[in-house]
């Protein structure tokens, strides 16, 4: 990570003036994706804020069947912040970045553990990036539950001893439908379409799986 922060950080002050520079955003941006590609992801493209696509039934999904991780993750539903307030703060943003992760099912649980907490480094890496380059707003969302992805098996910390908080508190983060964000749609809108898919999905659509997250950078 020592070199990739040397070759893809800037550490820029924040500037006093109003609007941000359209020139050095292009090329920032350009920068992000370089870096996304670096850091494992198979596919990443700029999205704008018409390209993304938000539905508070996304969450509804979370609840209706019930997922494994609903009540049990500080970052998952009902705990997460609820899709229609939080619409309002992710219309504030204008420009992203889309990251797709190509897999297979997993066929051990290592393996799957291993590809999840690498999306959760790799966004956290992007999201500093920009940070660091003066878009301090720069905010990423994952994919699936933080308590698969990074604690395993272990109960949420946050939850059962809140006096201790997170175990991961600069990786861990809500997934982008935990947020509202419709994940097929907007995956669709970037040229990406992806299968629903389940225990139950036949063979071909299971090896060719997708993981999808977005850095909201401004
Ligand atoms: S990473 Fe943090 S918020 Fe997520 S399950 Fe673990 S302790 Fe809870």
């Not at 997922?67 to 912040?81: E, K, L, M, Q």
């Not at 500093?128 to 098996?153: E, H, I, N, V, W």
Request: proline fraction near 6%.
């Amino acid at each position: 990570m020592e070199n990739l922060k040397e070759k893809y950080l800037r550490f820029r002050p924040v500037s006093a003036e109003p609007e941000i520079n359209e020139d050095r955003l292009t090329a920032d941006l350009t920068r992000y994706l370089a870096l996304a590609r670096e850091l494992g992801a198979s596919d990443a493209t700029v999205v704008e804020r018409e390209d993304w696509h938000l539905d508070p039934r996304v969450t509804l999904k979370c609840a209706v069947p019930r997922c494994r991780n609903y009540s049990t993750c500080a970052n998952c539903p009902p705990h997460s912040p609820g899709a229609t307030e939080t619409a309002v703060l992710i219309d504030r943003y204008r420009k992203g970045i889309l990251l797709r992760w190509q897999y297979q099912r997993e066929t051990s649980r290592d393996e799957g553990a291993g590809l999840r907490r690498a999306t959760y480094v790799s966004l956290a890496a992007l999201e500093a990036a920009a940070f660091y380059d003066g878009y301090y707003l720069a905010c990423g969302f994952g994919s699936g539950s933080c308590r698969l992805s990074l604690c395993g098996d272990s109960l949420c910390q946050e939850i059962t001893e809140p006096h201790k908080g997170c175990r991961n508190p600069l990786l861990a983060r809500p997934s982008m439908e935990a947020m509202g964000f419709d994940v097929f749609k907007t995956a669709a809108q970037a040229g990406w379409i992806l299968n629903p898919a389940g225990r139950g999905c036949p063979e071909d659509i299971a090896a060719n799986l997708s993981r999808i997250a977005i850095v909201l950078i401004v």
